[in-house]
């Protein structure tokens, strides 16, 4: 016998299917979630938005894949689910393209959302195309300017003098956040420093709040991120010592996390770029003040990393200045060097180099002394080498030594009876710091939101009032754009000259405008009511929404925008204009897309353009090969995976619902008790791997429910069984969280509309009875061993026997076990160290 001929009817074509449901979808709007009548719980979805450089690439792909499948759970598990999107549309790379094509960033910013935008729907994200923005438009930022002022208000917005991370090809300062191993994040140039007035945040003002509050979302974060979020902000506790310098009217505070130490200081360092090392400077030799400007410009020219490093070999400038040690009265010889940070502290710091390694490095370099004042033992008990011979600092705690009346103590007790000492002696006390500097926010670019300043010289620093704003950008028609020190916007002189709102007198506007995270930083609360215009948002649709239940995009994000996000909402709640602290309830990252091992750059050759496998193997076969290339936090090797295979897998499953020969609503209880009962253990078991971010494992086992499925039709039950329409219905469900072109076809097929509300189908808990379970045990995400066990196992039992299975063992080798997760009967999941 031969099989009939294929025709239109029974051929899967994906690109039919596309062009079937686009239309409808455009037209019906599937994903609204303003309904004021809609009584369903609320779920808020989101993912990053993207910034419009181009059309979308596979790390787009990648993330909105994923980001959807939590979307389209949570509204087939029955709740009203808000998924919005916008676009990230100010800053530096639509500037430079405007500059290199000779455009206005506006029109070139508005054609790539329109080219995004429609290859979004393309996708089928399940977007509420209701609820869009972009920051670049001035209905949006003309609230940055409106929340501006009320951070000014607060004291929380304020402009000094300092010295600024500076990128010479961008023309523009950066935070220390946009400086990636000492170069700028966007270009890849070496950063200097530069002294400029500038305009900041007081982000510091809330450190202890980010960093204790993260306790919280253990468990909801991924824990890479709190780690990195608890290190950028870095605590610690110490004392602040005053130290009199001969010569000096005031002495200087220095800032210590080992004042037990204080006697073994030996020499005081100060940072070569501060304003203290060239107010010491003076009255020098002039051979020294001239070495010690030779030495600045050197120092200007060095990243804070590479400054910080232990391999770097010690250099510095002697100033021909003494300090006083208040605990013994000796005299330390004051240097300038580049290891030391100005804004670090107090920008100055005693050297006890036998007891930090960097200290060391720097005595030994010049030949200055090294006192032990502790008594630091080795593994076998055994006093550790001199560091002045060894070369190595003798780090850790130890008993005090060399320490007059301190002798003899431990760490804890020696800092508490010297912080006693120095407070009554007037010399010090206890003190907290934070490697946390304040988010400098002023860029001297145009393509930004202007900051809502007028600069008077009767009134000072003047707010716009509430009424005048948005300040709008003039157009760039006439301005020269190109990076050159300063804004662009001070070229615009009819839009600079202004009226002062105080006084009524002439004033200026500020030129420099609002870093883009600023705008990042509030934008999930813009979404709850994109088109309000009397506010930055409507309180009580915030309340109704949120803070976002899951939120969604790469790690590369963990500290910048994360941490000034929590730094807004925080803000907003000391001023009742939240009702929660924290904005994203849950986080997921999402690892690369790369190819061959390589991240994909024109430079390697190795670019995959999304819109080629699009058209080549079709939207849905893309989405499902993102989520079962494993689990969301692991990069993708494009080249190890196959949307070819995904393709035929999408077409066994698509003819399923053109085999099914019974009516709609047939009783599925009659049908096939065994089909009916992997059809139910399925769906149970894809909730909690859905919630537990699993959907690598979700796709495999809706692939066994195909084939189970397949396998009742061609050799079983047969098509008319109502438990293969059952079946067959369960797997549209779950492809329409990774395929929703197929499933919706699928369930069109099947004689229903609208798959995306079709509901999770209610689990018969009889159906899960079973005499064992397969449990699924995974070694940082992925599958390396099945275990058949018992219903009841105890969580204890079933942990040491995935530990014994030998594909784990394999898979664990000699990394260490970092936890063990144990969802008993059915998963186990080991994190290695």
């Known amino acids: 016998m031969t099989s009939a001929p294929e025709t239109d009817e029974t051929r899967y074509d994906f690109r039919a299917i596309e062009e079937r449901w686009l239309p409808v979808w455009r037209e019906t709007q599937p994903f609204r979630s303003g309904d004021p009548d809609d009584t369903r719980p609320t779920k808020y979805v989101l993912d990053m938005f993207p910034y419009p450089s181009g059309d979308l690439h596979m790390g787009h792909a990648e993330a909105y894949a994923l980001g959807d499948v939590i979307a389209r759970y949570w509204g087939q598990r029955g709740f009203n689910v808000m998924h919005p999107i916008g676009w990230d549309s100010f800053g530096l790379p639509a500037e430079n393209a405007a500059i290199n094509r000779g455009l206005d960033p506006r029109g070139w910013t508005e054609d790539n959302i329109a080219q995004q935008r429609s290859s979004m729907e393309r996708y089928a994200c399940s977007f509420d195309w209701d609820r869009v923005l972009a920051t670049h438009r001035p209905d949006y930022y003309r609230w940055n300017q409106w929340l501006f002022t009320r951070l000014h208000e607060k004291g929380?917005?304020?402009?000094?003098?300092?010295?600024?991370?500076?990128?010479?090809?961008?023309?523009?300062?950066?935070?220390?956040?946009?400086?990636?191993?000492?170069?700028?994040?966007?270009?890849?140039?070496?950063?200097?420093?530069?002294?400029?007035?500038?305009?900041?945040?007081?982000?510091?003002?809330?450190?202890?709040?980010?960093?204790?509050?993260?306790?919280?979302?253990?468990?909801?974060?991924?824990?890479?991120?709190?780690?990195?979020?608890?290190?950028?902000?870095?605590?610690?506790?110490?004392?602040?010592?005053?130290?009199?310098?001969?010569?000096?009217?005031?002495?200087?505070?220095?800032?210590?996390?080992?004042?037990?130490?204080?006697?073994?200081?030996?020499?005081?360092?100060?940072?070569?770029?501060?304003?203290?090392?060239?107010?010491?400077?003076?009255?020098?030799?002039?051979?020294v003040a001239e070495e010690f400007a030779t030495y600045v410009d050197q120092v200007k020219s060095a990243s804070e990393i590479d400054r910080l490093s232990t391999e770097r070999p010690k250099t510095g400038v002697f100033l021909q200045r003494y300090a006083i040690n208040p605990v013994n009265g000796e005299r330390l010889p004051i240097w300038a060097s580049d290891y030391v940070l100005a804004d670090y502290g107090h920008g100055a710091i005693m050297a006890v180099p036998a007891h930090d390694q960097r200290d060391l490095d720097f005595a030994r370099a010049m030949d200055l002394p090294v006192r032990v004042v502790l008594d630091v033992r080795g593994e076998d008990g055994e006093p550790v080498e001199d560091p002045a011979v060894s070369g190595v600092a003798a780090a850790g705690d130890g008993t005090l030594i060399n320490s007059g009346a301190l002798d003899g103590k431990s760490k804890a007790d020696a800092i508490e009876a010297i912080v006693a000492d120095l407070g009554a002696a007037g010399t010090g006390k206890a003190s907290t710091n934070y490697r946390l500097r304040d988010w400098l926010i002023s860029r001297q670019r145009y393509w930004g939101t202007p900051i809502p300043i007028v600069h008077c010289d009767a009134c000072g620093e003047v707010r716009v009032p509430d009424d005048q704003l948005p300040i709008e950008l003039p157009p760039a028609e006439g301005l020269d754009l190109k990076p050159k020190g300063t804004s662009p916007l001070g070229g615009a002189t009819d839009w600079v000259n202004t009226e002062c709102p105080s006084c009524g007198g002439p004033a200026l506007r500020d030129t420099d405008t609002m870093d883009t995270f600023v705008d990042s930083s509030w934008y999930y609360l813009r979404y709850t009511s994109p088109g309000k215009t009397d506010g930055p948002f409507?309180?009580?649709?915030?309340?109704?929404?949120?803070?976002?239940?899951?939120?969604?995009?790469?790690?590369?994000?963990?500290?910048?925008?994360?941490?000034?996000?929590?730094?807004?909402?925080?803000?907003?709640?000391?001023?009742?204009?939240?009702?929660?602290?924290?904005?994203?309830?849950?986080?997921?990252?999402?690892?690369?897309?790369?190819?061959?091992?390589?991240?994909?750059?024109?430079?390697?050759?190795?670019?995959?353009?999304?819109?080629?496998?699009?058209?080549?193997?079709?939207?849905?076969?893309?989405?499902?090969?993102?989520?079962?290339?494993?689990?969301?936090?692991?990069?993708?090797?494009?080249?190890?995976?196959?949307?070819?295979?995904?393709?035929?897998?999408?077409?066994?499953?698509?003819?399923?619902?053109?085999?099914?020969?019974?009516?709609?609503?047939?009783?599925?209880?009659?049908?096939?008790?065994?089909?009916?009962?992997?059809?139910?253990?399925?769906?149970?078991?894809?909730?909690?791997?859905?919630?537990?971010?699993?959907?690598?494992?979700?796709?495999?086992?809706?692939?066994?429910?195909?084939n189970a499925t397949r396998k009742a039709i061609d050799s079983g039950a047969g098509a008319a069984d109502p438990a293969v329409r059952e079946a067959v219905e369960a797997v549209s469900v779950l492809l329409s969280l990774f395929a929703p072109y197929v499933a919706e076809d699928m369930w069109s097929i099947l004689g229903h509309e609208n798959v995306a509300t079709a509901g999770w189908l209610e689990v018969d808990e009889s159906l899960l009875v079973e005499d064992t379970v397969t449990c699924i045990v995974q070694v940082k995400g992925k599958v390396r061993g099945r275990l058949e066990v018992a219903p009841d196992i105890t969580e204890d039992a079933l942990k040491e026997l995935a530990l014994a299975e030998p594909g784990v063992a394999r898979a664990i080798g000699d990394a260490g076990i970092r936890t063990v997760i144990v969802r008993a009967p059915k998963l186990v999941n080991i994190v290695t160290a």
């Open 156 to 287: 929380l917005a304020y402009r000094k003098h300092s010295n600024v991370n500076w990128c010479p090809k961008d023309q523009t300062v950066l935070a220390n956040e946009q400086v990636v191993g000492g170069l700028c994040e966007r270009c890849d140039t070496p950063v200097t420093k530069k002294k400029l007035n500038q305009w900041y945040f007081k982000i510091t003002d809330y450190a202890d709040r980010l960093l204790d509050d993260l306790e919280g979302l253990e468990g909801s974060w991924p824990s890479k991120v709190i780690a990195m979020q608890r290190n950028w902000i870095g605590r610690s506790t110490g004392a602040d010592v005053a130290f009199v310098i001969e010569g000096r009217d005031e002495p200087i505070d220095i800032y210590t996390t080992r004042p037990d130490t204080l006697h073994g200081a030996t020499f005081m360092v100060v940072a070569a770029d501060s304003d203290l090392a060239a107010e010491l400077v003076e009255g020098a030799e002039a051979s």
């Open 538 to 706: 409507d309180l009580d649709a915030v309340k109704k929404w949120a803070p976002i239940d899951q939120y969604v995009g790469g790690v590369t994000h963990a500290i910048l925008h994360l941490l000034y996000s929590r730094f807004f909402t925080k803000a907003l709640f000391d001023m009742d204009l939240v009702d929660f602290q924290e904005p994203f309830s849950a986080l997921l990252n999402q690892g690369m897309v790369q190819m061959d091992g390589s991240a994909m750059s024109k430079s390697r050759g190795n670019i995959v353009r999304l819109s080629e496998q699009l058209d080549e193997f079709g939207v849905d076969a893309v989405r499902i090969t993102m989520a079962f290339a494993g689990p969301p936090e692991d990069d993708i090797d494009w080249a190890d995976v196959s949307p070819g295979a995904s393709s035929k897998f999408l077409a066994r499953a698509w003819r399923l619902a053109r085999d099914v020969a019974s009516e709609p609503g047939a009783d599925a209880a009659a049908g096939d008790a065994a089909l009916r009962a992997i059809t139910h253990r399925t769906m149970a078991d894809c909730a909690q791997l859905v919630e537990g971010f699993r959907f690598n494992v979700v796709v495999a086992r809706t692939m066994e429910l195909v």
